[in-house]
Structures are given as C-alpha cells and as structure tokens.
C-alpha cells in the first residue's frame, strides 16, 4: 500500500491507485474509471472497518474521486454525504479535483449477514435515508443537491442523484471486493454520462453493452485496469482516453488545525480539561491520526482563547 509521507501540514499516503477521463461517440459520452485498491485498504485500515462498513465507504470514496475530477478549479472542493437510519448511521467522503480523497463511517464496527444475494449488505447497513452532494467551487454559496436513497448500495444513489438533481443521465458503477482475512482484494468502479443531445442509437447501443456487466470487481478480478474496463465498455464507441491521475487517501489534518480547535471551544471547556490533569488524545475523524495534547499545551492554547 505505501508508506505515509509529511508534506508541510499535509498527510498523504503514496499509492498506486489512479483514475481516467475518457470520452466516446464523438464526445456524446462523457466516461471516468478508477481503480482504488489502496485507498480503499488504507481507509479500512486506518478505521478499523467492518467487511460491510469497508464496503460501504469504499463505494463512496471511489464515486468521490470520479466526481471530484468533474470539477476544474485548483481550489474546487466536494463533500458526500449519505445519512441513513440503518446501523452505520452514514458515511462522508470529501474529495478535490486532482484525486485526494478522505472519509470515514458513522459507525464502522458494524456487522451484517449477507444480502439474498450472498453479498455484503451495504444497503441494509445504510437504510433508508439522504445523499446530499455539497460542491464547493469558489462562488459566494455552495452548490448542495440532496436526493433520497434509492437503495443505499450507493452506485443506484449516485446514478439517481445524477439523473435527478443534475439532469444528466448517468450509469453508475462501484465495487469492493474482499479476501478471506477482510483486506480489500479488489476496489474500483466508472461513470458514464450522456451528454445533451446524444443520439439514440448510442444510448441503446451502451444499454445493452452494460447489461453484459455482471459487476465492476469481476472486470477488476480479471485484470482489467481503468483503461481495459473503459475499452470494453467504450472500445465500439470510438473510446478516447484524455487524461490520467493519480488517486490517494490524503488528510491535512495537522497539529495546527487541532490547536484551532481546541481554542474554539472556549476557556470554560479547556479549563476544564486542565484540571483534570491528564494529557488529552484528539482525534481525526478522517484519517483517525491521534494527536495527544499535554497540559502543558492546554495552558497555552487557553492563553489564547475568549
């Protein structure tokens, strides 16, 4: 998976992970793939997911990376949010344009059985409940378009939040496969987008090409990489590859940031955590790094604070 590297006040984990931008018929298809293994597994790792709860946010984390790289602004930030009355409570994921991406599960200790398809029941685990996409991109007010579940699997949300709420007709692909011993073997999945005006026979030509897709970890679980998958689904189509990037699990969380966030708590609270004489532990809720902060460092954080 790669080793963890500081960069400033950035923590980012290297990976093999990436994504591609493609188009087909002529522009009348606009397509992303991603293969994220890594990312996925670090996550898992870092929060000590359930199979399910790994699943879950995997899903998200994937669709995040592929959305993110929608967006064109250096700056541009999106956050997704799923929140249902199931016993992971919700997910979010925030991801940028250029293929960072963080996130974490309500409750990631959850455990189900099998769906009535012997799979693991991302549905089940998220119930019924809300996905509400909030884009950042630099204008006064950000841009937030909410939908209902529809089946709390995740690509069937996003697909319906496409269709409904940004009037593109979308297919929606995310998978996460796991190995016996609960670490991520396969993750990945695409977005393909009709764009306005797209003619008919492109549109039932790659329904039909879709139907033949059994799922998005079986193309993976046969060697096929972002390119392979997008050429399979594409290749009749006049598939034309734009560009690459990388994908990665990327935190900026930093001792910085959770000293500003203890001064805004306010004297009264870090008094109160002074005079019960013990270091305390903050912790991440993206990435779980665990920052302990002594007494000592209490003191001088409630110098500063009103």
Not at 98 to 110: I, L, S
Not at 114 to 136: E, H, M, S
Not at 205 to 218: M, P, Y
Request: hydrophobic letters at 40%; glycine letters at 12%.
């Amino acid at each position: 998976m790669g080793e963890s590297v500081r960069s400033g006040d950035v923590r980012r984990w290297i990976m093999s992970d990436y994504m591609i931008r493609a188009t087909a018929a002529g522009g009348q298809v606009r397509a992303f793939a991603a293969s994220t293994r890594d990312t996925v597994e670090f996550a898992r790792n870092a929060h000590n997911t359930s199979p399910v709860a790994t699943a879950a946010l995997g899903r998200l984390l994937t669709g995040s990376a592929m959305m993110g790289a929608m967006m064109k602004g250096e700056k541009d930030l999106l956050t997704v949010k799923i929140e249902g009355d199931g016993p992971i409570g919700g997910l979010t994921v925030t991801a940028d344009s250029r293929g960072n991406v963080k996130g974490y599960a309500f409750h990631p200790e959850v455990m189900l059985p099998p769906n009535d398809k012997g799979k693991l029941d991302v549905g089940g685990a998220l119930g019924i409940g809300v996905l509400t996409v909030i884009r950042d991109i630099g204008m006064k007010e950000p841009y937030v378009g909410q939908t209902i579940l529809i089946s709390g699997e995740i690509a069937e949300d996003l697909t319906y939040y496409f269709t409904t709420s940004e009037q593109t007709p979308s297919s929606v692909a995310l998978g996460v496969l796991m190995n016996r011993e609960n670490t991520v073997r396969q993750a990945g999945g695409f977005i393909l987008q009709m764009m306005p005006g797209a003619a008919e026979e492109v549109i039932s030509g790659l329904e039909e090409k879709l139907a033949t897709i059994t799922s998005v970890t079986a193309l993976l679980e046969e060697g096929k990489t972002p390119e392979g998958i997008l050429e399979f689904i594409l290749g009749d189509f006049g598939l034309e590859v734009l560009d690459r990037m990388p994908v990665g699990f990327h935190c900026n969380c930093s001792r910085e940031r959770i000293a500003k966030a203890l001064i805004s708590v306010g004297k009264r609270e870090l008094q109160k955590m002074i005079e019960e004489g013990e270091t305390i532990e903050v912790n991440c809720h993206f990435c779980n790094h665990h920052y302990p902060v002594t007494v000592e460092e209490l003191k001088i954080l409630m110098e500063q604070a009103r």
